[in-house]
């Protein structure tokens, strides 16, 4: 069983910075792509980015793209989302997921975690 806890939401002005981590524990988390996905409230969940296993396949919603990264540390079983140039519309609560599998389908993967907050003000 994997379990992934979510941390470094908070509250940021527009044109601000924010980093995500996942911190995973549980067997074969080395082995699982990993997603972060995110829901404003009144809105479906929609995927943000995704990276592979090694690290060398990633994803990223249009939306996004340019403005966060996804990497993951292996040794430290950590996942991050580095968000750049945050903007009002990317508020929203924040989910990692694993799964053996890495894009933009929320129902593929397996394991998710609570969630963190990320608000963005104008």
């Known amino acids: 069983q994997v379990q992934l806890v979510e941390s470094g939401g908070g509250l940021v002005q527009a044109g601000g910075s924010l980093r995500l981590s996942c911190a995973a524990s549980?067997?074969?988390?080395?082995?699982?792509?990993m997603g972060w996905f995110r829901q404003a409230p009144g809105k479906e969940r929609e995927p943000v980015a995704a990276?592979?296993?090694?690290?060398?396949?990633?994803y990223y919603a249009d939306s996004v793209k340019g403005r966060f990264t996804i990497s993951r540390d292996m040794a430290k079983n950590t996942v991050y989302l580095q968000m750049n140039s945050l903007k009002p519309e990317d508020t929203a609560v924040y989910f990692c997921?694993?799964?053996?599998?890495?894009?933009?389908?929320?129902?593929?993967?397996?394991?998710w975690g609570q969630g963190t907050q990320v608000t963005v003000s104008s």
């Open positions: 990276i592979s296993w090694t690290g060398g396949r990633t």
């Open positions: 549980g067997p074969s988390f080395s082995s699982y792509g």
């Open positions: 997921a694993a799964g053996n599998y890495v894009g933009a389908q929320g129902a593929q993967y397996d394991y």
